[in-house]
């Protein structure tokens, strides 16, 4: 997966609100009034980030009425995982070269 495309999955938690939302979908689905009532944000803010969440594929959002239920997604938290898991592991095998003689 390239830079972009992982910065956009990552740009998911670097958000308090974000965090906070991802947190009270871990217990399953919620509707969008159920999270207004939890936060401290308005629904055009609120709105907002749950569009970065869905962007990132970490949540998936389904209609019903006027409102959107929203739950974390399995493989998008796999991806995450895995993304995270490939950027911190140090792979010695393939070293370069030092860049400065001593």
């Known amino acids: 997966m390239d830079e ?16 906070a939302i991802l947190k009270m979908l871990c217990t399953g689905e919620k509707c ?15 709105s907002h980030h749950m569009k970065i969440l869905c962007d990132s ?4 959002g389904r209609k019903e009425g006027k409102w959107t239920h929203y739950s974390v997604s399995q493989e998008g938290a796999e991806k995450a995982k895995q993304l995270l898991n490939e950027l911190t592991t140090v792979n010695t095998k393939n070293e370069e070269k030092p860049c400065c003689e001593k």
Do not use: H, M, W, Y
Not at 32 to 46: I, M
Not at 57 to 60: E, L, T
């Open 4 to 19: 972009k495309k992982t910065a956009v999955i990552f740009k998911a938690f670097c958000d308090e609100n974000r965090i």
């Open 57 to 60: 594929g970490i949540v998936i």
């Open 32 to 46: 969008a009034c159920r999270l207004l009532e939890e936060l401290d944000v308005s629904q055009p803010t609120l």
